[in-house]
């Protein structure tokens, strides 16, 4: 299945993430920041990325800002997970070169709808 | 997937929580005294992330309590509101009501209660508005028709943010039979074109009824990188549809299922680093033990050397794992201090003082079962310290010291103990007021000839209390006595040093760890024991002229200008072949939280390392006795409860 790199400050939230989604037969690589899923995704090439906004060392949104710079994550999809509350940082994600995004709070049934619907 | 699964989240998204809210106060508190901005984007980010996990783990409540506070930091760090006092304030309260939902959620208890309505209610009156029922908003309905039509044209930049068109007109296919008719007007010379942009456009007709929310749904995440129109197809008959119930986004029984299996367990956050060092000897233990093993075929003297090397390295692993095993349950005390500043804060604010905290040895590690029994003494000697030790500025300016007083927290390593000391520089203890209270309770007759140590001792006498008013501070029933009983219970003691006009230091000292203590070995008789060294103030031999048989056959000696019970520990125990004249024998001076007695055994044996079995477990309760541990060559020896032990002298003195 597809390698996916899950990114969160919140180790319940990453947990939960990478439960759901090796439960379903995908391989998750964790990181607890923006500035670690950067070394993870020099280190490694992956099918998928999902991201947390509001991060210490370095938010979502920059994460995404500096991945988009790389020839490999052209065109890979980054999912930002974000809070209902922060429709503009929807949109900040966005123009930074998010793919899309999962609205916090989701369920497992959810995120891996959201997951199928990005890797087809 | 099943709720099993997820509860282990649940569980660790409490914890990080509670850490969030410890550094939610702490910075808050970091605010009041004039720090940075950057400490509101601390704050922020803490509250974020508890309403985003709350939702998702199953605790909306908490995720519209949080959601409040959130909304006041977003107004304080997008700059349209400064934060002051109330605010601050305001926000404390918060996050005691979440800790207390938290603490509910554990329980298994409903979360809200009226504490934290009433500041959510406060909060949402500060942005100017009601609190909200907490409801999800309904859902607008889109308009619904028969058939539609898209116009779908992509920027050329499209594909580089991760979004396939023809993900999306599959996904648009999922609603129905779709008939797709490609657009290549915007198509470039084979020579200028880039094959990472997008040139196609779509047009595509959906042969099927459907929500115009549910179409738009396929496109929400490309709305401002695409050129998007849905229409009715207009032939065909467009009739508006009642308005359909509005989906709730989590089903709230289901949610609270996973909290049934939420029992409280207690678990232990390890360092990877701790991990990987133990996992590290295991490994040279098993390369030890096959080197060993080598000697089990056959045994050649010329390999002597190397046997006792093998076991040298043997015994070094063994003490090693040993301290890393311990070093698992070791976390650092800085969890205990960080309930401080907000304490001291509080506290000094109510008593009109003015006191400055400083914390010392935060990083010294602690064994997490004696971490969280220690919380509840340091708090008491905290409060006694603020509400009797530091004295008002008016007085301490009388006293010719700084208006503000000091108070300090200290945690070090001394041998094989941890040392936690509250120091203050306040008025000290008042010996008068302490004598005419212990004469007052009847606990002594008069004050003279006692030494300054043995004054201090009285306030740790049951229900004893020198405050002429009970404040709502210090006054809770809880005596100096329950701290040292506290205390006791861990293994540990409590001793007060104090000098009139200068301050008092508590110094509470415990073992690193409950599972292994030193000890001295005492014979008695055919019998060893195992006194705790903490508790040995020191051993000696007596001349029988020493001793005072009193009438009612109590024994007591003289040491250091007091008088102490003896206990002979083979009366105490009914140990045959024991010494019995003073003078062959020894003391061993221990003190408990019931003061100093004198224990009379044979003689020292040595001093070791005493693992620590419970006897409670394995046989039952022995008064006097707080464990059993295995000696080297295989047998049992009792461990002497010292604190029930002094107890014990204690009536003897009194009979």
């Excluded at chain 1, 900040?92 to 899309?100: I, R, S, Y």
């Excluded at chain 2, 969030?20 to 940075?36: F, I, R, V």
């Excluded at chain 2, 738009?216 to 508006?240: G, N, R």
């Amino acid at each position: 299945m597809a390698k996916i790199l899950a990114v969160d400050d919140s180790a319940s939230m990453r947990g939960m993430v990478a439960y759901t989604l090796r439960g379903a037969g995908h391989e998750v690589t964790e990181a607890e920041n923006g500035q670690l899923a950067l070394d993870a995704a020099s280190a490694n090439g992956f099918d998928l990325v999902l991201a947390d906004v509001n991060m210490p060392v370095m938010d979502g949104i920059s994460m995404v800002r500096e991945l988009r710079t790389r020839p490999s994550y052209k065109g890979v999809p980054i999912l930002m997970l974000t809070t209902e509350s922060h429709t503009d940082k929807k949109m900040e994600g966005k123009a930074a070169g998010a793919t899309g995004w999962l609205v916090k709070p989701f369920d497992p049934e959810q995120l891996l709808a959201t997951v199928k619907r990005v890797l087809g | 997937m099943s709720t099993g699964g997820l509860a282990q989240f649940q569980q660790v998204f409490i914890e990080e929580s509670l850490e969030g809210l410890d550094t939610m106060e702490s910075s808050l508190l970091a605010l009041d005294e004039g720090g940075d901005g950057e400490l509101v984007h601390t704050i922020f980010r803490a509250a974020h992330s508890i309403k985003g996990g709350a939702a998702t783990f199953g605790f909306p409540e908490m995720a519209s309590f949080t959601h409040e506070a959130e909304s006041l930091l977003d107004e304080v760090r997008g700059g349209k509101r400064a934060i002051d006092k109330p605010i601050i304030e305001l926000l404390l309260r918060s996050v005691d009501c979440l800790r207390g939902m938290f603490d509910r959620a554990r329980a298994g208890q409903p979360l809200n209660d009226s504490a934290s309505d009433g500041v959510r209610g406060e909060l949402a009156a500060m942005m100017g508005r009601a609190a909200p029922a907490g409801t999800t908003p309904a859902r607008r309905a889109g308009d619904q028709a028969e058939a539609w039509i898209i116009r779908f044209h992509p920027h050329a930049g499209m594909l580089a943010g991760g979004n396939d068109p023809l993900r999306l007109i599959r996904e648009l296919a999922g609603l129905g039979e779709l008939a797709v008719e490609a657009d290549l007007a915007r198509l470039p010379a084979l020579a200028r074109l880039d094959p990472s942009e997008c040139h196609l456009g779509w047009s595509i007709e959906l042969k099927a009824p459907a929500r115009r929310e549910d179409i738009a749904a396929v496109f929400d995440w490309v709305v401002d990188e695409c050129d998007l129109s849905i229409e009715p197809k207009p032939s065909a008959a467009v009739t508006p549809a009642a308005a359909p119930a509005p989906a709730s986004l989590a089903d709230a029984a289901a949610a609270r299922g996973t909290r049934e299996a939420n029992a409280e367990s207690s678990s232990v956050r390890v360092a990877i680093d701790k991990i990987d060092g133990l996992i590290n000897l295991v490994g040279e233990l098993v390369i030890t033990q096959a080197m060993l093993d080598t000697f089990r075929e056959e045994f050649d003297p010329s390999r002597l050397a190397l046997l006792q090397q093998g076991l040298t390295q043997l015994a070094r692993h063994a003490r090693e794992l040993q301290e890393s095993v311990m070093g698992i349950r070791m976390l650092p005390i800085a969890s205990v201090f960080n309930r401080f500043p907000r304490l001291v804060r509080d506290l000094s604010q109510k008593l009109g003082k003015q006191v400055r905290l400083e914390l010392h040895g935060e990083q010294t590690e602690l064994d997490k079962t004696v971490l969280e029994k220690i919380g509840d003494p340091m708090v008491h000697l905290v409060r006694n310290a603020i509400d009797h030790g530091l004295e008002t500025p008016d007085r301490r300016r009388a006293a010719g010291k700084g208006e503000t007083g000091t108070l300090k927290l200290d945690a070090y390593h001394r041998g094989g103990y941890i040392v936690v000391e509250v120091s203050d520089d306040g008025a000290g203890l008042n010996r008068e007021a302490i004598v005419r209270k212990a004469v007052e309770r009847g606990l002594i007759s008069g004050g003279e000839g006692m030494s300054d140590e043995a004054v201090a001792e009285l306030i740790f006498q049951p229900g004893f209390s020198t405050a002429a008013v009970t404040t709502d501070l210090s006054g809770r029933g809880v005596g100096m006595d329950v701290v040292r009983r506290n205390v006791s219970d861990l293994g540990g003691t409590v001793t007060i040093r104090s000098k009139a006009g200068q301050g008092s230091v508590f110094t509470i000292t415990l073992p690193l760890t409950l599972a292994i203590i030193d000890g001295l070995t005492a014979a008695v008789g055919e019998e060893c024991y195992i006194v705790p060294l903490v508790s040995i103030v020191e051993s000696v031999q007596l001349k029988p002229e020493a001793l005072k048989t009193m009438p009612g056959g109590g024994e007591l000696f003289r040491f250091r200008g007091e008088y102490l019970p003896v206990l002979r520990l083979h009366e105490l125990f009914g140990c045959t072949g024991a010494k019995r004249a003073i003078e062959d024998g020894l003391l061993i001076v221990v003190e408990g939280d019931g003061g100093r007695v004198g224990l009379f055994v044979d003689g020292l044996v040595g001093q070791q390392q005493a693992v620590v079995k419970s006897l409670e477990a394995n046989y039952r309760r022995v008064q006097g006795v707080s464990g059993a541990t295995i000696l080297a060559d295989g047998s049992v020896a009792l461990i002497v409860d010292v604190a029930g032990v002094t107890r014990l002298g204690r009536r003897s003195k009194a009979a």
